[in-house]
């Protein structure tokens, strides 16, 4: 390894480390600590750590050369290791992996041979195993609330503008249903929105599917991180804003927002993958959104971290549901009065 000589001979001085240390500040920065993706088309990976993953990507072809023939233990753990810290971080760091080593055909087959999208490899300690997003990983789901409007929540009840007896019985006779798209801590990454510098483009990313809107366009799963606070909503393509309700029912507009997009792309789904469901609604990916209410949805998810909050939510919409058609029933009972004197 290279030492850099104004360094004693520590892991500072070894340009490999430093350039891991780089790309775990990367990887730790955008999802650990929630700061995100940011940056357009190609420049969305901060300079030092692209550097950092071009220095790591060289340490692929150790000498001697790879081969499957060849290989010994010891070559198998140091390339699994820089791989597992590298390529394997998010589809960003792939892609930019491979277009340094472009030209490099065994480089790349060493790459896919060694990295978890081609086996079940798990390196102890790794960056992809504390690189999560911490609310997906304790709450691993999204719900989705639609009538007259959509809401997107993740484990509590979308908050409306204006609650009134009158909107809510409204919205519970506008046939509203209740959809859950399952995720965990590692199958997001938030990309960053500053609408003051450029509006949200789609180009490059994998952007979760929130529905359409009533003129068929995407609306796609948006997101504002306020300290220890997720609000969720959605946005449209060229979007330099998002608007979102509080936890008080009331409305903000904010030009610093996230787009929630896949962190792999699709065909790289490490194994077991997930089945194929008949009542599967707008796919993003591997990940899609299941009917839970007012009819769960035959094939929803079998899944135990939605079993008590499932249950939950569904028997407090029959309850509110009921009650809401009765009070209905009830008014609808009197007679109508004239206030025109």
């Known amino acids: 390894m290279g030492r850099n000589p104004s360094f004693p001979p520590t892991v500072f001085a070894s340009h490999q480390w430093m350039a891991l240390y780089r790309v775990s500040d990367y990887a730790l920065s955008n999802y650990y600590h929630g700061h ?34 060849t290989t010994t233990q010891n070559t198998e753990a140091f390339v699994t290791f820089y791989v597992a810290q590298s390529v394997d971080i998010d589809r960003y760091c792939k892609r930019e992996v491979l277009e340094h080593l472009k030209k490099d055909t065994e480089m790349i087959q060493t790459v896919n041979l060694y990295s978890r999208y081609m086996n079940r490899v798990q390196v102890l300690n790794g960056l992809v195993g504390f690189a ?47 959809d859950t798209m399952l995720l965990d801590g590692h199958t997001l990454v938030c990309i960053g929105v500053d609408g003051r510098e450029a509006a949200f483009n789609s180009t490059g990313h994998y952007p979760i599917l929130g529905g359409y809107d009533a003129h068929g366009a995407p609306l796609y799963v948006a997101a ?43 065909c790289d789904t490490p194994p077991p993958y997930p089945r194929a469901r008949r009542g599967a609604m707008d796919a993003t990916g591997p990940v899609s959104w299941m009917r839970l209410w007012p009819e769960k949805d035959p094939e929803y998810f079998e899944d135990d971290c939605l079993v008590t909050e499932d249950r939950r939510l569904t028997t407090f919409l029959d309850e509110f549901s009921a009650r809401s058609v009765s009070e209905h029933e009830l008014i609808s009972g009197f007679p109508s009065i004239d206030l025109d004197y």
């Open 36 to 69: 995100g993706l940011h940056g357009r088309g190609r420049n969305v990976l901060p300079e030092l750590t692209r550097d950092g993953w071009l220095v790591l990507s060289d340490l692929f072809k150790p000498s001697p050369r790879i081969s499957r023939k």
């Open 132 to 178: 999560f997003i911490p609310l997906f990983r304790n709450v691993p789901y999204l719900r989705r609330f639609r009538s007259n409007v959509t809401y997107f929540t993740s484990n509590n009840l979308p908050e409306i503008p204006e609650i009134s007896s009158s909107s809510i019985e409204g919205s519970m006779r506008s046939n509203l249903t209740v």
């Open 224 to 266: 504002i991180h306020l300290e220890y606070l997720w609000y969720f909503t959605s946005v449209k393509e060229g979007a330099k804003s998002a608007k979102y309700i509080d936890e008080l029912g009331k409305t903000h507009v904010t030009t610093k927002f996230f787009v929630l997009g896949l962190r792999y792309d699709p």
